[in-house]
C-alpha cells in the first residue's frame, strides 16, 4: 500500500520536478563596439557623474553599470559575449597596438569571450598580434573565440598572429560547464565582412558554413556540449536571406547566433529554423540581454530585450576613471606632438551635418576638406596641372556625423570620429588612412560618378560617393553604366562651375584625391563591371601607376621614405582655417554646408533623347539588344500567325 502511495505522489510531482531539472541560462552581448568608450554625440556634452544632463547615447562605462546589474539580479549562469569589431572608430583605436585599451576594458567589464571582426585586421596580422599580446601582458585579455583564420605557408607576414594563436590567446572554440550544463561558444567572420578586410593579408578566412558545420560537429560530438553559441561577424542586411539566416538554414546544431557586422538593431529576435538570432546594433547604443532554458534535450527562448545606453544609466565610476586615465594616454603620446587634445575645441557649428545615402551636407564637408587641405599642401601656383580638382569621399568610411549638441563646440574627439579608419603604408604603419591623389581623363571622371549611378544600387550604401569639385545630373532610366548625363567642374579659382567635356577627345589630364581605400577601390571598379568602368589611375605624365601606395601625398619629398598626409588630420585643419564670424575666437563652418548644393542630382526622363543623348557603346549595345529582341518577337507572331492559317497584315 505505501508503495503505491509513492508512486502516485511521484505521478504527480513529476511535472514540477521536470520544470525544476530546467537550467536556465543568460547571454548579455554587445557587437560592433567600435572603439567608442565615450558616450556620442558629441561627447563633449557628456556628463558622466549625473543621470538625465545630456541627450548622449552609448558609452562603455554606463555599459559596465547595466552588465553588472544583470548579473546582479540572476542567480543562474550568465556569460558577456561581444561578436567582433571591438575596435576602430575613435581616438581609443588609435594606440591599440601599444596599450590595447579596448581589450583591458572587455576584461574589466566582465567580457567572457569575443570574437574578431573585419576591423580588427585594419592594422595587419603584426598590429592584431600586438593588440592581444599587449592585452595579455598586463593579464587584461578576455577569451577570444576565432576559427575562420588561414595562416599562409608562403608569406611571413602573418607569423606574428600565428604565434598568437598558437600560443591559445586565440581558440577556435571554448566550453563552459556550469550546474551541469556545457555551453560551448565558438566565432567565425563572414563573407561580406572578409571581403571587408583588405589588410588582413595574407591569412584568409575559411567558409561560415563549411567552418560552423566543423565547430557544431566538435562541440556537440566530442566536447558533448548542451548548447552551441555562435559568435558570427556576418550580418543581417544581404537580402533577400542574410548571411546569419543562411547560416542557420544550413548548418543544424546552433541554438544562438550572436549577430554582428551589419550595424543592425533587432528589438525581437529572429529564429531561423530552431536558431535565435539577435544583434544590437552599433557604437554600443544598447546591449541584448537573451534569457534561456535548457530542459535537457531543447534549448527554448524564454525572454529577450534590449537595454538602451543613454543618459539614463549611470557611469560605473571605476570604469569611467579607466577611459579618463586612457584620454591622458592618447592626449601625452598622439594629440599633443601635434598641437592638439582631446577635448580641445577646434571650431564651431551653429547646425547639424549628416550623412544621408543621397549628396550630404557632412559628405560635402568632408570631401571639401580633403580636397582644400591636399591643395593647401601639395599645390604649386606655378604648375596648373598639380591643383586638385576633384575629391571623392565614400559613405563606408565617414564613420559620424558632426553634430552641434548643446554648445555647437567641436571637439577633437568628436570631429576624428568622422573619418577614423584606416592604417598607413609608411614604415611604421601609423594609423589613419593615407592620402592619395592622381591623374586621370575626363571620360575617367564620369566612370566614377557612375559608381552612384549603377554601382551603389546594387552593391550597398558603402559604395555611394560624395564629391568636392564637381557635380552632375544623372538619368536612372538610361542604361546601367551610362546613366551620367552632365558634369561640371569648379573653375580653378572657385568661381564657379564650367561644363566638363568627358568625351574621349578630350585628352586633358585632371588630379583627384581620396583615401587610399577608396583610391585601391577605383582603381579595381572596372573588375566590379566587366571592364565597363576601367579607370587607370595615372602619374602628371600620363603613365599608369600600378598601386595607390605609389601615389601617397609626400609633403616632404626630402626626407626619408614617404611623409603621409592623413585624412583626419585633413578634416581638423579644414575647421581651422575657417573665418570666427562670431568673434568669440572660434572658427565658425560656413552657412554653405547647412543644406545640401546639387552636387549630385537624378534627372529622370523617358524621353527617347534624353536616353540616347551621347550614348556610350553601353548604351548602343543595350539599344541594339533591344530591337533584336523586338524583331525575334514580330518574327515569332508572323510565324506563329501563318501556323495557325491566318493571313499576314
Not at 592594422?123 to 599562409?152: C, Y
Request: charged share 25%; proline share 6%; net charge negative.
Amino acid at each position: 500500500m505505501r508503495t503505491r502511495i509513492l508512486v502516485l505522489i511521484l505521478f504527480a510531482f513529476a511535472p514540477a520536478l521536470a520544470v525544476a531539472s530546467e537550467t536556465t541560462i543568460t547571454l548579455l552581448h554587445t557587437n560592433d563596439l567600435h572603439s567608442h568608450l565615450m558616450p556620442f554625440s558629441p561627447e563633449i556634452d557628456y556628463i558622466p557623474d549625473r543621470t538625465g544632463a545630456d541627450d548622449t547615447i552609448g558609452g562603455w562605462a554606463r555599459i559596465a553599470t547595466v552588465l553588472a546589474d544583470e548579473r546582479e539580479k540572476r542567480t543562474h549562469p550568465t556569460f558577456t559575449v561581444d561578436a567582433g569589431d571591438f575596435t576602430m572608430g575613435t581616438l581609443f583605436h588609435m594606440l591599440a597596438r601599444e596599450y590595447a585599451f579596448e581589450l583591458r576594458l572587455m576584461q574589466k567589464m566582465g567580457y567572457d569571450f569575443a570574437t574578431l571582426g573585419n576591423h580588427e585586421f585594419d592594422m595587419f596580422p603584426d598590429g592584431l598580434a600586438r593588440i592581444i599580446t599587449t592585452a595579455n601582458d598586463k593579464n587584461q585579455l578576455p577569451e577570444i573565440v576565432f576559427a575562420s583564420a588561414v595562416f599562409s605557408e608562403e608569406s611571413d607576414r602573418d607569423n606574428s598572429l600565428e604565434a598568437v594563436f598558437e600560443q591559445g590567446l586565440v581558440r577556435p572554440y571554448a566550453v563552459k560547464e556550469i550546474d551541469g550544463v556545457r555551453v560551448g561558444f565558438y566565432g567565425i567572420i563572414g563573407k561580406i565582412a572578409a571581403d571587408q578586410a583588405p589588410f588582413a593579408s595574407p591569412v584568409t578566412f575559411r567558409d561560415p558554413v563549411e567552418i560552423s558545420r566543423e565547430m557544431v560537429g566538435l562541440l556537440r560530438e566530442k566536447e558533448n556540449v548542451d548548447i552551441v553559441v555562435c559568435l558570427s561577424h556576418s550580418g543581417l542586411d544581404t537580402p533577400p536571406v542574410s548571411e546569419d539566416e543562411k547560416l542557420a538554414e544550413q548548418v543544424p546544431g546552433i541554438d544562438v547566433i550572436i549577430s554582428a557586422h551589419s550595424h543592425t538593431r533587432l528589438d525581437t529576435p529572429r529564429v531561423a529554423g530552431s536558431t535565435i538570432i539577435v544583434q544590437t546594433g552599433k557604437y554600443g547604443s544598447a546591449v541584448g540581454v537573451l534569457d534561456l532554458s535548457f530542459d535537457g534535450e531543447t534549448t527554448t527562448l524564454n525572454d529577450y530585450r534590449l537595454i538602451d545606453i543613454d543618459d539614463a544609466i549611470p557611469a560605473d565610476p571605476r570604469i569611467q576613471a579607466e577611459i579618463d586615465a586612457y584620454i591622458d594616454v592618447i592626449d601625452e603620446n598622439l594629440l599633443h606632438p601635434r598641437g592638439l587634445s582631446y577635448w580641445k575645441t577646434i571650431g564651431r557649428t551653429g547646425f547639424d551635418m549628416r550623412l544621408y545615402e543621397a549628396e550630404s551636407t557632412v559628405g560635402n564637408f568632408l570631401a571639401d576638406g580633403l580636397r582644400w587641405y591636399v591643395n593647401a599642401r601639395d599645390y604649386d601656383p606655378r604648375d596648373p596641372e598639380s591643383l586638385v580638382r576633384m575629391a571623392i569621399k565614400a559613405n563606408g568610411v565617414i564613420r559620424a556625423d558632426i553634430l552641434k549638441g548643446e554648445t555647437g563646440r567641436l571637439a577633437v574627439a568628436d570631429i576624428f570620429r568622422t573619418l577614423p579608419l584606416g592604417i598607413g603604408m609608411d614604415e611604421v604603419h601609423s594609423p589613419g588612412y593615407p592620402i592619395v591623389t592622381c591623374y586621370i581623363h575626363a571620360y575617367e571622371i564620369k566612370r566614377a560618378l557612375e559608381v552612384i549611378t549603377t554601382v551603389y544600387p546594387l552593391k550597398g550604401d558603402d559604395y555611394y560617393i560624395q564629391l568636392s569639385g564637381v557635380k552632375f545630373t544623372y538619368n536612372p532610366y538610361r542604361a546601367p553604366f551610362d546613366r551620367v548625363t552632365g558634369i561640371w567642374m569648379e573653375s580653378e579659382d572657385g568661381t564657379g562651375y564650367e561644363p566638363l567635356d568627358y568625351s574621349r577627345s578630350n585628352d586633358a589630364l585632371y588630379r583627384v584625391a581620396a583615401n587610399i581605400y577608396e583610391g585601391t577601390f577605383l582603381q579595381v571598379i572596372g573588375d566590379f563591371t566587366y571592364n565597363l568602368l576601367t579607370i587607370v589611375p595615372k602619374d602628371r605624365h600620363g603613365n599608369p601607376v600600378d598601386s595607390p601606395v605609389d601615389f601617397r601625398v609626400d609633403v616632404d619629398p626630402e626626407a626619408p621614405g614617404v611623409q603621409e598626409l592623413k585624412e583626419w588630420m585633413a578634416v581638423m585643419d579644414y575647421i581651422a582655417h575657417f573665418e570666427d564670424t562670431t568673434g568669440d575666437g572660434l572658427p565658425d563652418v560656413p552657412d554653405q554646408y547647412r543644406s545640401t548644393q546639387g552636387r549630385i542630382v537624378k534627372a529622370p526622363s523617358l524621353n527617347p533623347v534624353n536616353l540616347l543623348y551621347r550614348g556610350t557603346l553601353v548604351t548602343w549595345g543595350a539599344l541594339g539588344i533591344l530591337v533584336l529582341a523586338l524583331c525575334v518577337i514580330a518574327l515569332f507572331l508572323r510565324l506563329a500567325w501563318k501556323a495557325i492559317g491566318g493571313r499576314p497584315q
